[in-house]
T-cell receptor, first 111, second 114 residues
Framework: TQLLEQSPQFLSIQEGENLTVYCNSS?????LQWYRQEPGEGPVLLVT?????EVKKLKRLTFQFGDARKDSSLHITAAQPGDTGLYLC???????????FGPGTRLSVLP | ETGVTQSPTHLIKTRGQQVTLRCSSQ?????VSWYQQALGQGPQFIFQ???????GRGNFPPRFSGLQFPNYSSELNVNALELDDSALYLC?????????????FGPGTRLTVL
């Protein structure tokens, strides 16, 4: 059974600070995705990484996929209150037949 | 482009009843997946449908079943409801792809079992 762990579970920071959240597994994934979810809504896709060592940037967000395709990190620079939400990582094997989500990191950015 | 829609938004049932949840996939997507998200947890994969057939299943009992229709919309059926079935049920559609598997989620159906 593939499992994903995320850390930290909760994170509360001040506006303007930097932060990194982590997603780890003992399994190899074909692809790994990051989502952000706000209360009462479905997750919204932020990025997909597929190549070991891959780094993708989305404005103030930087995503990295581990060389062995088992782990990933999300770094946010100069966090803003609008970044508040539940950050979920998810991995899948080929064709997404076994899609696994981590438990999420709940981020709160205080003004 | 129309996104993923789900109905109903909220639903209250009693233990032992049956429920059907509905999902319309995003235009151009032929694969639909269903997830259960309990309060404070990440979504748990229930199953995936492709070409009207179940194409992968998570660790859920047979009383969780589904259908996909020729227009790629889908239903999730849950029989003999239990209190622990109370959760947000999410539907996600995606284009068939061996690698990227990018899921686009609907807003979910909040099911409460009393």
């Amino acid at each position: 059974t593939q499992l994903l762990e995320q850390s930290p579970q909760f994170l509360s920071i001040q506006e303007g600070e930097n932060l990194t959240v982590y997603c780890n597994s003992s399994s190899v994934f074909s692809s790994l995705q990051w989502y952000r979810q706000e209360p009462g809504e479905g997750p919204v896709l932020l990025v997909t990484v597929v190549t070991g060592g891959e780094v993708k940037k989305l404005k103030r967000l930087t995503f990295q996929f581990g060389d062995a395709r088992k782990d990933s990190s999300l770094h946010i620079t100069a966090a803003q209150p609008g970044d508040t939400g539940l950050y979920l990582c998810a991995g899948s094997d080929n064709y997404g037949q076994n899609f696994v989500f981590g438990p999420g990191t709940r981020l709160s950015v205080l003004p | 482009e129309t996104g993923v829609t789900q109905s109903p938004t909220h639903l209250i049932k009693t233990r032992g009843q049956q429920v059907t949840l509905r999902c319309s996939s995003q235009s151009g997507h032929n694969t639909v997946s269903w997830y259960q998200q309990a309060l404070g947890q990440g979504p748990q994969f229930i199953f995936q449908y492709y070409r009207e057939e179940e194409n992968g299943r998570g660790n859920f009992p047979p009383r969780f079943s589904g259908l996909q229709f020729p227009n790629y919309s889908s239903e999730l059926n849950v029989n003999a409801l239990e209190l622990d079935d109370s959760a947000l049920y999410l539907c996600a559609s995606s284009p068939r792809d061996p690698v990227y598997n990018e899921q686009f989620f609907g807003p979910g159906t909040r099911l409460t079992v009393l």
